[in-house]
T-cell receptor, first 114, second 112 residues
Framework: DGGITQSPKYLFRKEGQNVTLSCEQN?????MYWYRQDPGQGLRLIYY???????QKGDIAEGYSVSREKKESFPLTVTSAQKNPTAFYLCASSSRDRGVQPQHFGDGTRLSIL | EDQVTQSPEALRLQEGESSSLNCSYTVSGLRGLFWYRQDPGKGPEFLFT???AGEEKEKERLKATLTKKESFLHITAPKPEDSATYLCAVQPTSGGYNKLIFGAGTRLAVHP
């Protein structure tokens, strides 16, 4: 079955440490996205990529970095500059076909501070 | 400023007790409105896309409707397995990419 795989499911970060969250999709989608979900708030966009080797900052990109070397993969690094990283991180992808296309989500990575 | 507000924040229903969830939006132009279901510890699952006022979509016990200012998700005779958080998102005509603005969601609990 086609879908989006995020790993790990749970991740713990020590002070001053960078951590990388994995996102892989086999939906053949060109566009991929990273969101952060906090209790009581809507999903907020961190970074997005519409095509391989290109990505753009979203609304809350500070303290995060991404790469898009392959169509299937869009890893997110949470750097030590992100002072409040505890959250549920969601990766999504969508087709760039004509018309309005829904985004499809993975099952998330929950990041906590040790 | 583009904004999406969902109400109520939480809703408790008895099994079989029909109700509606509201999604109000303020955008300069609407390209589409999406409804998602999210179970605890999982990612959102796509339910519906609505494009224009007057449109309706149905799936099992769920029916989504759209006006120029809001969308409703009607739940008819809900069952305990319908318990989840329901998210609404809008795609404005501005933005240049597949930008979505999400509401904070409505947590639905259906009790037997």
């Amino acid at each position: 079955d086609g879908g989006i795989t995020q790993s790990p499911k749970y991740l713990f970060r020590k002070e001053g440490q960078n951590v990388t969250l994995s996102c892989e999709q086999n939906l053949n989608h060109d566009a991929m996205y990273w969101y952060r979900q906090d209790p009581g708030q809507g999903l907020r966009l961190i970074y997005y990529s519409q095509i391989v080797n290109d990505f753009q900052k979203g609304d809350i990109a500070e303290g995060y970095s991404v790469s898009r070397e392959k169509k299937e993969s869009f890893p997110l690094t949470v750097t030590s500059a992100q002072k409040n990283p505890t959250a549920f991180y969601l990766c999504a992808s969508s087709s760039r076909d004509r018309g309005v296309q829904p985004q499809h989500f993975g099952d998330g990575t929950r990041l906590s501070i040790l | 400023e583009d904004q999406v507000t969902q109400s109520p924040e939480a809703l408790r229903l008895q099994e079989g007790e029909s109700s509606s969830l509201n999604c109000s939006y303020t955008v300069s132009g609407l390209r589409g409105l999406f409804w998602y279901r999210q179970d605890p510890g999982k990612g959102p699952e796509f339910l519906f896309t609505l494009y224009s006022a007057g449109e309706e979509k149905e799936k099992e016990r769920l029916k989504a409707t759209l006006t120029k200012k809001e969308s409703f998700l009607h739940i008819t005779a809900p069952k305990p397995e319908d318990s989840a958080t329901y998210l609404c998102a809008v795609q404005p005509t501005s933005g240049g990419y597949n930008k979505l603005i999400f509401g904070a969601g409505t947590r639905l609990a259906v009790h037997p």
